[in-house]
């Protein structure tokens, strides 16, 4: 939480360990029918990770520029183009694997960790640099997210306009010839000799003890099919992403509107004859910078990191699309959707073929459902309790079903909702997306049933938590999820010193992103009902 400040009539604080968050019993769905000081089973517990954002902040595709063209006006935005921690997101995502293999267990059940389950952008810009980093971080072994293991880009005192420099956090010191950029004079951000440097080090990354499992997110997705023409963004985008040229700003009368246009519409030719009027800085290129496949998303996760059971026709060496089912525990299946949408977008998408897919998958662990016309049905199935996983919240869902065109038929909010309200044994819908913590209860639309929602802050955002889930039988009829916040560093870790190490730049990544002028702390962080959380529902069976 935020302490003192570091200089006194500025604002940068200094980061401080708070108070322990009150559990909240959520009684919405039905009431606990006995104290919970009884005997309470453990079913199931896992890491929930989310929204990691691993970058390759030196990137020229990140557009980084674009960031002076921003509103300041309130403080500083919170956008994709810069923020002051980005050369620190796979210290961050490394901190969060090694507190909870720390951890190990859930705090109520005691029960070992079954595994630790990512729901997507795992990557920040789909690079394969990012995506080797990012697996790397979770497999374990020496990991850096820059793929030439230098750093040539906008924090550094390189070459670059003012209406650009003044508005970057530079960490290093400036030269007596230079002024203080913005983040430090007028909100006191720190400076850091030698952060650069320290931060481009090989992190050691001691890999999940747990089984693993992820998902794709819409920063996973890039929106290129696996073969056939792309876009004339993803064109120019790709270009510049394995270019030496580093833009530093947009040619003398052209406005972001002009420059959008002119790449939306741009041949060839005029591509490049776009890339060369950037003002722009050399800097070493490399090809690991270029878009991944999803094919290669999935080729990258290893084989024995966890056991997925992958749609037919998908997952590893074949059409890939990281849609599976996988045992979370002997009591509990996990069923991990793919919500990204095809053409990158940032709405969630739940294709026809997807939704048949899952209910097939339900009916097979459901010995009672509802069928599509609201009519009970029994099966010869055994009864499992089912937890779902996606990228998306249910609210990212279009509210009308969206026009299909020539390609597949997308699902509505409301028949996405429908779909999952159809098998009383869906516990929870378990995601990310938002970059901000939310609990929501979502209300049995038959005579039986209803589940919980469970959104979890993004780890490049403030305040960088993920969770760790339990699933609990109270012995009275009564189920509980228990979802607990997981900090991943201790706030005595930072320094601002020269002898940084990974611990130290990820506990000072959380303290950067504490204090980004504009955060609205309490939006991201949600309610007291959003936290720590007892989820009260009944057995379905």
Wanted: charged fraction near 20%; include cysteine.
């Amino acid at each position: 939480m935020l302490g003192s400040r570091r200089v006194s009539e500025l604002p940068y604080r200094r980061l401080i360990r708070g108070p322990g968050i009150e559990t909240q019993v959520r009684e919405e769905l039905c009431a606990r029918i006995r104290p919970a000081n009884g005997a309470r089973t453990g079913l199931a517990a896992f890491g929930h990770l989310t929204d990691s954002h691993v970058l390759d902040a030196a990137s020229p595709g990140r557009l980084s520029f674009l960031w002076q063209y921003l509103d300041f006006s309130d403080g500083f935005p919170n956008s994709g183009k810069f923020r002051p921690h980005d050369l620190l997101t796979a210290h961050v995502l490394d901190a969060m694997v090694r507190k909870m293999n720390a951890l190990g267990r859930g705090p109520v059940s005691e029960r070992p960790l079954d595994c630790l389950v990512i729901t997507g952008d795992l990557t920040n810009s789909y690079a394969v640099s990012e995506l080797s980093a990012a697996i790397g971080v979770v497999k374990g072994g020496p990991v850096t997210s820059s793929p030439n293991g230098v750093y040539e880009g906008i924090q550094d005192h390189g070459p670059a306009p003012v209406e650009l420099s003044k508005y970057i956090w530079h960490p290093e010191p400036e030269s007596t010839l230079r002024s203080p950029d913005e983040w430090k004079s007028r909100y006191g951000y720190p400076t850091i000799p030698g952060y650069l440097s320290a931060a481009l080090q090989p992190i050691a990354a001691e890999g999940s003890d747990f089984p693993w499992y992820i998902g794709v997110g819409n920063h996973d997705e890039s929106g290129q099919p696996e073969s056939g023409p792309i876009s004339p963004k993803a064109e120019f985008v790709g270009a510049l992403r394995i270019g030496d040229r580093l833009p530093t700003r947009l040619p003398s009368g052209m406005d972001t509107t002009d420059f959008w246009e002119t790449v939306r519409t741009s041949n060839d030719s005029e591509r490049r004859s776009l890339i060369a009027s950037l003002p722009s800085r050399e800097v070493p290129p490399s090809k690991l910078r270029r878009a991944f496949s999803k094919t290669e998303f999935m080729d990258a996760w290893p084989k024995d990191a966890g056991n997925p059971r992958f749609r037919s026709g998908s997952g590893r060496g074949s059409r890939a699309d990281p849609c599976y089912t996988f045992d979370l525990s002997p009591d509990v299946v996990g069923i991990m959707l793919n919500t990204a949408s095809p053409d990158g977008g940032t709405e969630a998408a739940l294709d026809a073929a997807q939704a048949d897919w899952l209910e097939e998958q339900l009916q097979r662990v459901s010995g009672k459902f509802y069928d599509a016309e609201g009519k009970l049905v029994t099966s010869k199935a055994g009864d499992r309790l089912v937890i779902l996983f996606g990228h998306h919240p249910l609210s990212a869902f279009a509210a009308k079903q969206p026009s299909s065109g020539d390609g597949p038929t997308f699902l509505s909010r409301s028949k996405v909702l429908r779909l999952i309200a159809r098998f009383p044994n869906v516990v929870a819908w378990v995601n990310g997306h938002g970059h901000k913590h939310r609990v929501t209860a979502h209300k049995a639309i038959f005579d039986h049933g209803g589940f919980w929602e469970i959104t979890t802050a993004s780890l490049i955002d403030f305040p960088q938590q993920s969770r760790i889930v339990e699933l609990l039988d109270n012995g009275d009829g009564t189920l509980s999820i228990v979802a607990t916040l997981v900090d991943h560093s201790e706030p005595d870790s930072v320094t601002y010193g020269e002898s940084q190490t990974p611990g130290s730049l990820a506990a000072l990544s959380l303290e950067l992103s504490m204090n980004r002028p504009g955060l609205d702390v309490e939006a991201v962080r949600g309610s007291a009902g959003d936290q720590n959380v007892d989820l009260v529902l009944l057995k379905p069976f």
